[in-house]
């Protein structure tokens, strides 16, 4: 099943952007972990919509409603299930798209992969609405593991290009009717040596995996990435030395991973984004029920960028495939 991920600890998301809940169930936490529900809430209302002038108006409290797992706030041993209920939708907003696909989005696939019984609404289970309950299962994969001393979190490094000030490339493209994508920096300290496996199982395959779980995201890098193919090894190649004892390297182009395993030093990856495809600019399309081009210009709330929305799905992607691991 593609909703399910793990193996120690197996998670498997379920729902739709406008069906009546979505949600999580958790297998394999341990038990007697006491979960810090006001901490939690907060890593949820960082992805929550209607909280910014630069997201959606769609109004959600996602606030997690915990069917089982747990006896008070504290993990019991069994599957741990959370739904959050979904109760500001708009159906009606996306009944030209039942027939006329947006361009750039999973409509069409979905589609065909489907035979038409795709559930268009809120772009159903492709929606990035879907990565609320993959926040809470990684908000809480984060509580533990920084029980155990590893930090996992992630900044914007860009959006549209601009560094310098990333939010004005929001305006701008909001304004015009159009949208924006930028990049993530996620950064994993405090990480083991010898995390990870070579070949298949690397940690970076593992990373990659999880993190394009979350929509919109087009590609991954992690320590140098792509600029390491435009420079020679003397340059990229970070050396060894004593500190204390222990073995570091003076810089960090691997990102913290060689052959596939941690090496000691913070793990950290860069993740691009693309603009979100849903536009109020009249774009090019086609007509299923006719057979024929048709034009589309996109109704309803959507984000006109998801990347600050997208900072903390990325956090809990990666902290879920850490836990993971080192379960």
């Given at each position: ?12 998301i379920?729902?739709?952007?406008h ?21 939690l809430?907060?890593?949820?209302d ?41 109760t ?10 039942r027939?006329?696909?947006?361009p ?28 609320a ?14 029980a155990?001393g ?9 959006i ?22 930028g ?5 994993v300290?405090?990480?083991?040596i ?15 995996q ?21 420079i ?12 204390g ?20 030093m ?19 399309s ?28 990325v ?13």
């Open positions: 099943m593609s909703s399910t991920y793990g193996t120690k600890v197996k998670i498997s379920f729902g739709q952007s069906s009546e809940a979505i949600g999580v169930t958790l297998d394999g936490l341990p038990a007697g972990f006491g979960i810090d529900m006001e901490e809430q907060m890593f949820m960082r992805r929550a919509p209607g909280k910014s002038k630069y997201s959606t108006p769609r109004k959600e409290a996602d606030q997690p409603e915990f069917l089982s797992g747990l006896v008070g706030d504290v993990t019991c041993g069994a599957p741990l299930t959370a739904i959050i209920r979904n500001n939708t708009r159906s009606g907003d996306y009944d030209n798209i027939d006329i696909p947006r750039g989005h999973a409509d069409y696939t979905a589609h065909v992969k489907y035979g038409g019984h795709e559930d268009v609404s809120g772009g159903g289970h492709f929606s990035g609405r879907l990565t309950p993959l926040c809470i299962a990684g908000g809480i994969c984060k509580q533990i593991l920084a155990v590893i930090t996992v979190e992630a900044v914007i490094k860009e549209g290009g601009n560094s310098e000030d990333p939010y004005s490339a929001i305006d701008e493209a909001r304004a015009a009717g159009d949208s924006v994508g990049i993530i920096e996620c950064t300290t405090g990480m083991p010898g995390v990870g496996e070579p070949m298949f199982d690397g940690l970076e395959n593992k990373v990659a999880a993190v394009f779980s979350i929509p919109a995201v087009k590609g991954i890098e992690f320590g140098r990435g792509f600029d390491a193919a435009r020679r090894g003397s340059e990229n190649n970070d050396e060894f030395y004593f500190d004892g222990e073995v570091k390297t003076r810089t960090n182009n691997h990102g913290g991973i060689l052959g596939g395993i941690t090496s000691g913070p793990v950290v990856f860069r993740v691009a984004i693309k603009p979100t495809p849903s536009i109020s600019i009249e774009q090019n086609i007509s299923y029920a006719k057979g024929e081009d048709a034009k589309l210009a996109v109704r309803g709330r959507h984000d006109p960028c998801i990347v600050p929305r997208a900072v903390p799905c956090e809990a992607a990666a902290a879920i495939v850490i836990y993971d691991l080192i379960r």
